[in-house]
């Protein structure tokens, strides 16, 4: 992990960010999976991300939100398969996570001009 982030000056967490991307978008957004992606065990992810000030669910929540506000800019998706991309169950836990995030419903937040 030094290597890498020695190499591609990116900081432990934006690597982190970096993978989780294409991980959410691939269904393997897991912690165990994640850990796996670089080589090491799931307490050393979540131990790592502590020493910079943030935790795996901080990380998970801002890539979703990252890529569903993309995903709601494009409009050729309806909520319930932006929801689907992301991993949710549902358009209601879907929109929940993202009202946490904005402070508006995934529809007020498009309504914005």
């Known amino acids: 992990v030094e290597k890498v982030e020695a190499e591609f000056h990116q900081d432990f967490p934006d690597q982190v960010r970096q993978v989780l991307r294409v991980a959410i978008l691939t269904r393997h957004a897991g912690i165990e999976y994640l850990a796996g992606m670089f080589s090491i065990h799931s307490r050393t992810l979540r131990r790592r991300l502590g020493e910079y000030g943030t935790s795996f669910q901080e990380l998970l929540d801002?890539?979703?939100?990252?890529?569903a506000r993309q995903l709601l800019e494009s409009r050729g998706l309806n909520y319930g398969q932006i929801a689907d991309m992301l991993g949710y169950s549902d358009v209601r836990s879907f929109s929940r996570a993202f009202k946490r995030w904005s402070g508006l419903t995934p529809s007020d937040w498009q309504s914005l001009p």
């Not at 801002?62 to 890529?67: A, F, G, S, W």
């Open 62 to 67: 801002d890539v979703r939100y990252q890529l």
